[in-house]
C-alpha cells in the first residue's frame, strides 16, 4: 500500500473514528451514522476513500487522465468529499473532519489506517457484485483484522 497520508492520532486529546467510504449507499450510511457518532463522542473524523491504478494494459484504452499521475487521487478525494457534503447538507466542514484519499487496497487501507483510533465504521456491502451477501468482503475483512472495535451498518 503505497501513501504518504500516516493517521492523525492525536494522543491524550480527542477520540478518532475512521469511516469507509465509496460512494455506495451502504457507505453513504456509514458515513452518515459516523458523522453524528463523532458529534456525540466529541471525536475526530477520518473519512476515508481507498483508490487503487487500474491493471497497466487498460491504460492504452481510457485516454481521459493521459498523463495525470494523481488523477485517480483526485477522482477518490471528490468522491468522498461528495458524500462528505451530502451528509452536511450545506454546512461548512468542521475542522474535526477530515477527508484522505488514500492508495491501495480498501480493507487493507482502513485496516491500516484503524491503528490507534477508537472506532472503524463500515457499510456492511460496497459496491461488489454479490449483494444477497451479508457482509461485503472489505468490511468482513475489518471485522476479522482490524486493530479496533468495528461498527458495520447495515445497507436498509
Request: glycine residues 12%.
Amino acid at each position: 500500500m503505497a501513501s504518504t497520508d500516516t493517521p492523525s492520532t492525536t494522543p491524550g486529546n480527542r477520540p478518532r473514528i475512521i469511516v469507509g467510504v465509496d460512494g455506495s449507499p451502504g457507505a453513504n450510511r456509514a458515513l452518515s451514522w459516523a458523522f453524528s457518532e463523532a458529534e456525540q463522542r466529541g471525536a475526530d473524523l477520518d473519512v476515508v476513500i481507498a483508490w487503487d491504478f487500474p491493471y497497466k494494459w487498460a491504460e492504452g484504452f481510457n485516454t481521459e487522465w493521459g498523463e495525470d499521475t494523481d488523477y485517480f487521487a483526485r477522482a477518490a478525494g471528490d468522491e468522498a468529499g461528495a458524500g462528505v457534503d451530502a451528509v452536511l447538507e450545506g454546512k461548512p466542514r468542521p475542522a474535526w473532519l477530515t477527508v484522505h484519499a488514500i492508495e491501495g487496497a480498501a480493507a487493507q487501507v482502513l485496516i491500516e489506517r484503524a491503528k490507534g483510533a477508537d472506532l472503524l465504521v463500515v457499510g456492511s456491502r460496497g459496491r461488489g457484485g454479490f449483494t444477497k451477501l451479508l457482509l461485503g468482503s472489505v468490511s468482513n475483512a475489518c471485522v476479522h483484522h482490524a486493530p479496533c472495535p468495528v461498527c458495520v451498518i447495515p445497507d436498509e
